[in-house]
């Protein structure tokens, strides 16, 4: 496999996770977390969303969390907002990046945000005018990229076509999501490689939803692409409001072990990050996707049996 020698992390459990669990975390804990992922190593978080809280309440202490943070020399501390009100909160916050979102499918996108497609587009462009007058780096996402819950397949030609919108208005950093996991890792190279020659100079992100256990093999098949910024979460929290079936995000400890494994490096600590999975555990009270937590590092090693160590003794005499 030829794979990138480094990888840039984006943490958005604190709110694409946070954003749909069914009791409000508080304040402080938010922070906490935030604030342990920081000392993790984690160089980019996706804090929070500045959207209106009758729309998502459980983020409507976005300020509060932003303004109360322990913020990391080394981590960009990012927020995603749905339109230049939103944009213009995130600023005032002092985020170092925003993040913006549309479908690549109409229904999608009418159920996700109740606007075409095009309306959307007009919608980034206020935010990215926002952005430029504060001299705040935007980054837009682009859901449904490999499939939507409604309409089934997306074709490349639609992709294609969302994604030249937005470079024309001047996005240079683009994000495909696999908003419900139902990319395949053939299709994310095909992707990929027909999308990364016609828009040169985009920095190029993967977001993917282990619904069908596919998360890391497409993150793999983006990486042999040469993509170097992914997007996951703490835990495996997260999933879709507005697409059926859309389970949690790829975990971010085992996303982080199998590149560690692979020697791909993420200036992550591991054990850290573990520790902070199970911390979140406690907070949301149930048990999370996340494989490392309950398994261990793959380097973990266990006593050997009295009986087999006698065994081994003996054969060696």
Not at 99 to 113: D, F, G, I, K
Not at 117 to 127: G, K, L
Not at 257 to 271: K, N, P, R, Y
Not at 273 to 285: C, D, F, N, T, Y
Request: glycine share 8%; hydrophobic share 40%; with cysteine.
């Amino acid at each position: 496999m030829k794979l990138p020698a480094r990888i840039t992390i984006c943490e958005v459990g604190t709110r694409d996770g946070f954003q749909i669990e069914p009791d409000f975390i508080p304040t402080e804990q938010k922070i906490e977390v935030v604030n342990l992922l920081s000392d993790a190593g984690i160089p980019e978080i996706e804090v929070t969303s500045f959207v209106h809280p009758k729309v998502v309440p459980q983020l409507r202490d976005a300020e509060e969390v932003m303004a109360r943070i322990t913020r990391r020399p080394g981590t960009r501390y990012a927020a995603l907002v749905p339109n230049d009100k939103g944009a213009v909160r995130a600023v005032d916050a002092g985020v170092d990046v925003i993040h913006t979102v549309l479908s690549a499918s109409e229904s999608h996108n009418l159920a996700n945000v109740n606007m075409t497609i095009a309306e959307s587009i007009e919608r980034m462009r206020a935010v990215m005018q926002v952005a430029e007058r504060a001299r705040t780096p935007v980054a837009c996402g682009v859901s449904t990229s490999f499939g939507c819950p409604f309409e089934g397949d997306v074709p490349l030609p639609q992709l294609e076509s969302v994604v030249r919108r937005l470079v024309d208005m001047g996005a240079r950093a683009i994000g495909l999501a696999d908003t419900t996991g139902m990319a395949n890792p053939r299709q994310v190279g095909r992707a990929f490689e027909h999308l990364m020659p016609k828009f040169p100079g985009i920095e190029w992100t993967l977001h993917t939803h282990d619904t069908r256990a596919m998360a890391i093999p497409n993150i793999l098949a983006g990486m042999e692409c040469g993509v170097t910024h992914i997007d996951a979460s703490i835990g495996g929290l997260g999933g879709c409001p507005f697409a059926p079936g859309a389970s949690g995000n790829v975990c971010s400890e085992d996303l982080v072990h199998c590149l560690d494994a692979m020697g791909v490096e993420t200036g992550i600590d591991l054990d850290r990050l573990i520790a902070v999975s199970r911390r979140v555990q406690e907070i949301v009270g149930r048990t999370l996707p996340g494989q490392i937590v309950k398994a261990g590092k793959s380097t973990r090693r266990y006593p050997v049996p009295d009986t087999v160590a006698a065994r081994i003794t003996t054969a060696r005499a």
